[in-house]
């Protein structure tokens, strides 16, 4: 059973960063990609970033290009994010996802985690 399980949210200042980590289990994802998404109350899930299992491609939403880092240990079978400059606006609950044939479109995963909450505040 594939099980993804984020961790590291919280609550961070305006300006600070925050590490977020997926812990992927279950299956090799050897041709998988694994995904970041947010979600705000009332609103679509956002995509934010992905990176290939295997080759390592990165892809990220405008919105966090060069704030924002995906990264992974495929020794560990653990994907991150590294969040740097967080405005308020990235305030929502993450989820970590991975599937086959996943770019942007959240339709393309076929594996979620539960979310961890980040919220950006003074």
């Known amino acids: 059973q594939v099980q993804l399980v984020e961790s590291g949210g919280g609550l961070v200042q305006p300006g600070g960063s925050l590490r977020l980590s997926c812990a992927a289990s279950?299956?090799?994802?050897?041709?998988?990609?694994v995904g970041w998404f947010r979600q705000t109350p009332g609103k679509e899930r956002e995509f934010v970033a992905r990176?290939?299992?295997?080759?390592?491609?990165?892809y990220y939403a405008d919105s966090v290009k060069g704030r924002f880092t995906i990264s992974k240990n495929n020794a560990k079978n653990m994907v991150y994010l590294q969040m740097n400059s967080l405005k308020s606006e990235d305030t929502a609950v993450y989820y970590c996802?991975?599937?086959?044939?996943?770019?942007?479109?959240?339709?393309?995963?076929?594996?979620w985690g539960q979310g961890t909450q980040v919220t950006v505040s003074s």
């Open positions: 279950g299956r090799t994802f050897s041709g998988y990609a």
């Open positions: 996802a991975a599937g086959l044939n996943g770019y942007s479109n959240a339709g393309g995963y076929d594996y």
């Open positions: 990176v290939r299992w295997s080759e390592g491609n990165t």
